[in-house]
């Protein structure tokens, strides 16, 4: 383990979240022989103290620090306190995944070209493109142990999968199988196979679903060159008069705030804790937030364009045994404006246990519609609806004076409004998702409205240009030269695909180029 590096040392990497982005970072660094500080605002859970119970899992991992909604979306009416569903802890949102790893598509990388002006959407190409990225994703797959990737065997499908299989095939779709998963199928990297317990969301308690917590974080630790400090909530990022970032103030358990003094910082807190942060580092030099001279940051917040479809059928389905995601239809993931929108979506396998259920299947109602619904748990089978949202610069995070953590800061507010895209888009899977179903003898069919979403992306794009976005090709602020930007946030536009597997990739190719630019001198 590391010998603690002390506050004054201004030669370490400071990096702010451990999740999908920062944890694997911070192994990568590690692994390089570069000294690394990761400071983390939630506390250390491993498969060990994963509970198996929705709400008390919730409470145990999810980030309910106040946040403010708004916007025209249900969750703002809804979840007003809670517009994402985000895990605080070490490994972050990674212990909460499903485990669905899929690469962009070519066209995704360059939707501006591809999807030409969509009115209303804030559209711009990649700066990077599918072709530079393949190894990196090949990287990624082996590091996360994806199936269907490397000569790794497909996850076994469950009842759920059967279903929407049956009714897939029904509807002529051919792109039908349990997924490319970070889940083992087999013993793999000194985890094992899938032991098909369910609780994917809530931890897997046997290690077989990767999660930087117990893979990468350790690993980085056993160098000497990696000390994570959890509980440990960054406050601020601080600069010199030149420009360049000095180190980052933060709050441990106990509220005393410390200085860790750094020759580079890099900032994967997710897309809400991201920019805010950034924002709330606003200075003299900086008046509108650090690495903020483009206004973006904040910007073109996505979600994913998403809902789910529960069916009862007149035998049990039992959903909820197996993993909760490993089956996907990736027929409609293809850019068909025929269909009424640009860009793809995919429908993916999707159980949840009765407490969720009560809360998500129909939010607010009640009465004999939603109880009889709820007597048909054992009947129902499910799936989640996962499309390419707009980037609209409106949709946004911003501070909220009004409302502060524990800490003092202002909270930030997510403001998402629905693109007239991204309706089009969900009523056609409503549909597909409906018609799938009922072809396999569906007696009631349920179109659920999205969640507090998990996949949060954007608010410190990519750009080639520096005015079009907060960072460059490597993730690196063009305003700022020794802070960089490791997390979802980065993504310029969201892809069909779920992004975990993309933010990987460049976590690790990221590693590289700070590596090599300390090398040279250059940073």
Same mark, same amino acid.
């Given at each position: 383990?590391?010998?603690?590096? @002390?506050?004054?040392d201004t030669s370490v990497v400071v990096i702010i979240g451990t ?162 998963? @970070? ?22 308690? /046997?290690?077989?679903? /990767? ?30 008069? *030149? ?6 103030l933060y709050a441990d358990e106990n509220g005393t705030e410390h ?10 807190? !997710? ?14 030099? $900086? ?12 910007? !073109? ?12 059928? %007149?035998?049990?389905?039992r959903m909820w045994r197996g993993t909760t995601m490993a089956g ?8 068909? =404006? ?12 999707? *159980? ?13 109602? /009640? ?8 007597? *048909? ?44 895209? %991204? ?22 069919? $349920?179109?659920? =409205? ?28 063009? %305003?700022? =030269? !020794?802070? $960089? ?39």
């Open positions: 383990m590391a010998a603690p590096f @002390a506050l004054d999740g999908s982005g920062g944890g694997v970072l911070a192994n990568e660094l590690a692994q390089k022989g570069i000294a690394v500080v990761a400071l983390e605002a939630g506390g250390r859970y491993m498969p060990e103290d994963y509970i198996n119970d929705e709400w008390e899992s919730f409470g145990q991992l999810a980030w309910t620090d106040p946040r403010s909604t708004s916007g025209d979306w249900r969750v703002a009416k809804d979840f007003s306190g809670l517009p994402a569903w985000i895990v605080k802890a070490v490994g972050g949102t990674s212990i909460h995944w499903a485990g669905a790893s899929l690469r962009f598509q070519e066209h995704e990388f360059k939707a501006r070209s591809t999807y030409g002006a969509v009115q209303g959407a804030n559209l711009l190409d990649w700066p990077i493109d599918l072709a530079e990225m393949e190894p990196w994703y090949e990287k990624a797959e082996a590091k996360l142990g994806v199936t269907r990737t490397g000569g790794r065997p497909g996850l076994p499908g469950n009842n759920n999968y059967k279903v929407l299989e049956a009714g897939a095939r029904k509807l002529g779709y051919k792109e039908v199988h349990t997924g490319r998963m @970070a889940i083992n199928s087999r013993d793999y990297d000194d985890r094992v196979a899938c032991q098909q317990t369910g609780f994917c969301f809530q931890g897997c308690k /046997w290690g077989a679903k /990767w999660s930087s917590a117990y893979t990468d974080i350790p690993r980085g630790e056993a160098t000497g060159n990696l000390e994570v400090r959890d509980r440990c909530h960054a406050l601020r990022i601080e600069h010199d008069a *030149s420009g360049e970032v000095t180190g980052v200085l860790q003094k750094a020759r580079i910082v890099c900032v994967a807190g !997710n897309s809400i804790e991201s920019p805010r942060l950034l924002l709330n580092s606003a200075s003299n030099l $900086f008046p509108d937030g650090l690495a903020n001279s483009s206004g973006q940051v904040g910007r !073109n917040y996505m979600r994913h364009t998403t809902g789910s479809v529960y069916a009862a059928f %007149d035998k049990p389905v996907i239809i990736q027929d409609e993931a293809r850019h068909d =404006p025929s269909r009424g929108f640009v860009g793809g979506y995919e429908l993916e396998t999707l *159980s949840l246990g009765l407490p969720f259920m009560a809360a998500f299947l129909d939010p607010g109602g /009640w009465g004999r519609e939603f109880t009889t619904a709820l007597d *048909s748990y054992e009947n129902m089978a499910g799936l989640w609806i996962v499309g390419e949202d707009m980037p609209q610069e409106t949709n946004r995070i911003t501070l909220n004076h009004d409302l502060r953590d524990r800490f003092g800061q202002p909270a930030p507010n997510v403001n998402f409004d629905n693109h007239p895209n %991204d309706i089009a888009m969900r009523n056609h899977a409503y549909r597909q998702g409906i018609a799938i179903y009922e072809a396999v003898g569906a007696t009631r069919t $349920f179109p659920t =409205p999205p969640y507090p979403s998990t996949h949060n992306l954007g608010t410190n794009r990519m750009s080639e240009n520096p005015r079009d976005g907060v960072v460059n090709r490597n993730g690196r602020a063009h %305003d700022v =030269p !020794n802070l $960089f930007v490791s997390d979802g946030s980065q993504f310029t536009t969201g892809a069909t695909e779920n992004p975990t597997l993309t933010i990987v990739a460049l976590a690790i190719r990221q590693a590289d180029h700070i590596a090599s630019e300390m090398a040279r001198g250059t940073l």
